[in-house]
């Protein structure tokens, strides 16, 4: 049975935010986690509309940084100041699906499709830090092209250290089962990822060969999730933890941000309970911190 430094928070774009993390990391101390993905353009020029740019992770534990684009110099530079900035690891998204970064940008799952820059970027990313490197990819880049076995032995060859595989293609998106192989025999350890959120997925990718498993989606509205895979987690009033994450927010990004940021975790949270799709309403509607402080005291019945 896998540990708790073997399941990994992944990487969701505008969703795993440090306030985010900050609220997983009470859950789960050990557990991994890796930063929604960052802009080796934006990093490098640290563009001052982008919080994450600017991101301390010297407080943040076990914490990988990732990174996207497809411009080798500017990768192994994004990578230095990561590294800088306090990053235990560095994580290479090459598995992205969405157009603006898979076709319009060059990066992400379309490195699947261009394994011989895949190879630069890794190769100039590993030599550029002192601390470990990751890969994050797909099966493929749909059903005639899953040569997922072929990036994998690359990343080896480079000096990536491990990768994470997600069960889908990118033709796929996220539509259908994940569907993950057996990676026995792969050169370096995978993390399984796509659809796993109960103890019997970890112990069913276990079988397969994998060195651990990633946890995405099933973290909506659930940062106790790596935790409750585990069984480690106790009895939760989750309407204080959402006043947390909004705390959280308001600090990290100011009220004029936070507040339609925060709208799709209170659905999130909400999602399944009685009169529910009323308090979306109400919150959708809500520009002030302290009355939306009052619409989620109400609806969870805090006092």
Not at 261 to 268: D, Q, V
Request: proline share 5%.
């Amino acid at each position: 049975m896998f540990s708790q430094n073997q399941i990994f928070a992944a990487p969701l774009a505008g969703i795993t935010d440090k306030p985010f993390r900050r609220l997983i990391r009470q859950f789960s101390p050990h557990a991994p986690m890796v930063t929604e993905m960052i802009s080796c353009h934006s990093l490098v020029g640290a563009h001052k509309n982008c919080l994450r740019n600017f991101d301390n992770y010297a407080d943040e534990g076990n914490i990988g940084a990732q990174i996207f684009g497809a411009d080798v110099r500017l990768m192994a530079e994004a990578a230095k100041i990561l590294e800088n900035q306090g990053a235990q690891w560095i994580d290479i998204n090459m598995g992205c699906p969405v157009p603006k970064v898979a076709t319009r940008a060059g990066a992400g799952a379309h490195l699947m499709r261009d394994h011989k820059l895949a190879g630069q970027i890794m190769s100039a990313v590993v030599g550029a830090v002192k601390i470990p490197v990751s890969i994050k990819t797909r099966l493929g880049w749909d059903e005639q092209h899953k040569d997922w076995q072929n990036l994998i032995h690359i990343a080896a060859d480079n000096g990536v250290r491990f990768a994470a595989l997600h069960g889908r293609t990118r033709a796929q998106l996220y539509v259908g089962p994940a569907v993950l192989p057996d990676v026995h025999d792969a050169p370096i350890p995978i993390i399984a990822n796509g659809d796993i959120k109960t103890a019997d997925d970890l112990l069913r990718v276990e079988r397969l060969g994998f060195s651990g498993a990633m946890i995405g989606r099933g973290l909506l509205g659930r940062p106790w999730a790596l935790a409750e895979a585990l069984g480690d987690v106790t009895q939760k009033n989750i309407g204080e933890i959402v006043l947390q994450h909004l705390e959280y927010a308001l600090e990290y990004y100011g009220e004029k941000t936070a507040i339609p940021m925060f709208r799709k975790h209170a659905a999130w949270y909400s999602a399944g309970m009685p009169n529910s799709a009323e308090f979306r309403i109400k919150v959708n509607q809500i520009t002030d911190a302290d009355v939306l402080k009052v619409a989620i005291r109400e609806f969870w019945g805090i006092i």
